[in-house]
Every structure is written in structure tokens, then in C-alpha cells.
């Protein structure tokens, strides 16, 4: 079956490091990939999303390649900001109608001045 | 404006009580969706409606039963409550357009649930 599996946190950062949060999935045919944050009290939002094979997902200074050959979708963050704390859900979906989407455990960030 | 909204957004209660969350989106979307995230922040999908219709129902105790009056609110009641039954509550709602598209979910700020 289709499954996500994301890099255990906490991670734990000083501003303006370097981000990255390893994603890596299993699934038939070409699905949709997605990184969701969700900030301390809220619910997930869209951070970025990648539809083919070497699409490139970018949002915010985020930025996610959807690579068929090593079934990945790695999170990058040039330089973080203490706004940034959060949890970061990778997720795929099929491209068929109404399948589920299937979400990775979640990353936890946090980011220290 | 808000997307999608959730009533409560608070709620402890006793064991072995029946409680219900409610939930509204006004994007025009078709799909709706249920999920639980545990203290450990792992997401789960519980249920999905698409225009009022249960298209996914995942293993989840018959406690749980999803509501859909009209396509714009999907309503979860829980019978006799338990303690693991404790989580936030999330729903979310996305526009399918059939086979060959997938879009984004948008969620709801989550119910906490607490139960004593």
C-alpha cells in the first residue's frame, strides 16, 4: 500500500540555518506529493505541491523536488526564521478520484534565535 | 472570512457521554473529511464525504457517525465516550474534479477533545 515516511524530529535549528526534512514514499504510478505545515494551535495548510516528476514545489523560501527515481520529496530551507516553528506533514495522493491522502508522521521544527 | 470552521473549538466532557463537532466550509468545495491527530501529532483519516455521499470510512469504531446535511457541513457525533477517544479533531474539505486531479485540502483549526 501507498505510505509516507518523513525524518524523526524534533529538529532543532538556529536562525538562518539550513533546512532539510527528508521525505520519502511508496506508492503506484505517479501520485501527487505535498508538504502541509500546521503552526502551534492551527490546522495544516498547503505549503507547497508537486504534480510530476521533477516538478519543483517552491513557497515562502521552501522548496521541494518531486523525484521519481529515489521516490523522494525533500523539504529545503535556505535560511530559517523563528516564525517557522512547526510541524511539517509530508503527504501523496493518487491521481484517481477520491483516494485518500496519506500523510507522514509529521516533523517537528523548532527554530531558536 | 473563514474556510472552513469548526464548532467546538474546545470540548472535555465525561466518559460514556455522546457529544457531536460541527463543521462548515464555504469554498463550494465537494469533499469533506474527518481526521483524528493524536498527541504525538499523527494524522489519521477517519471519514470523507463527497456531496453528502460516504465515499471513504476507514476502521474507526461505529461510535463515530459522520452527518452530512447538505455539502457545505460534515458533522461528527461520537457515542459513548472513551478516553483514547481524546485528540484534535480535524476537518478539512478539498474540490475533486474526478480522475486526473487531486487538489489541496484545506483544513479547519481542529477540535480538542478531552475526555474524562
Known amino acids: 500500500g501507498n505510505s509516507v515516511t518523513q525524518m524523526e524530529g524534533p529538529v532543532t535549528l538556529s536562525e538562518e540555518a539550513f533546512l532539510t526534512i527528508n521525505c520519502t514514499y511508496t506508492?503506484?504510478?505517479?501520485?501527487?506529493l505535498f508538504w502541509y505545515v500546521q503552526y502551534p494551535g492551527e490546522g495544516l495548510q498547503l505549503l507547497l505541491k508537486?504534480?510530476?516528476?521533477?516538478d519543483k514545489g517552491s513557497n515562502k523560501g521552501f522548496e521541494a523536488t518531486y523525484r521519481k527515481e529515489t521516490t523522494s520529496f525533500h523539504l529545503e530551507k535556505g535560511s530559517v526564521q523563528v516564525s517557522d516553528s512547526a510541524v511539517y506533514f509530508c503527504?501523496?495522493?493518487?491521481?484517481?478520484?477520491?483516494?485518500?491522502?496519506?500523510f507522514g508522521p509529521g516533523t517537528s521544527l523548532s527554530v531558536i534565535p | 472570512d473563514t474556510a472552513v470552521s469548526q464548532t467546538p473549538k474546545y470540548l472535555v466532557t465525561q466518559m460514556g457521554n455522546d457529544k457531536s463537532i460541527k463543521c462548515e466550509q464555504n469554498?463550494?468545495?465537494?469533499?469533506m473529511y474527518w481526521y483524528k491527530q493524536d498527541s504525538k501529532k499523527f494524522l489519521k483519516i477517519m471519514f470523507s464525504?463527497?456531496?453528502?455521499?460516504?465515499?471513504i470510512n476507514e476502521t474507526v469504531p461505529n461510535r463515530f457517525s459522520p452527518k452530512s446535511p447538505d455539502k457545505a457541513h460534515l458533522n461528527l457525533h461520537i457515542n459513548s465516550l472513551e478516553l483514547g477517544d481524546s485528540a484534535v479533531y480535524f476537518c478539512?474539505?478539498?474540490?475533486?474534479?474526478?480522475?486526473?486531479?487531486?487538489?489541496?485540502?484545506?483544513f479547519g483549526p481542529g477540535t480538542r477533545l478531552t475526555v474524562l
Open positions: 508537486a504534480t510530476k516528476a521533477d
Open positions: 503527504a501523496l495522493r493518487q491521481k484517481t478520484s477520491y483516494d485518500k491522502v496519506i
Open positions: 478539512a474539505s478539498s474540490q475533486d474534479r474526478g480522475r486526473g486531479f487531486t487538489d489541496t485540502q484545506y
Open positions: 469554498l463550494g468545495h465537494d469533499t
Open positions: 464525504y463527497n456531496n453528502k455521499e460516504l465515499i
Open positions: 506508492a503506484t504510478g505517479y501520485p501527487s
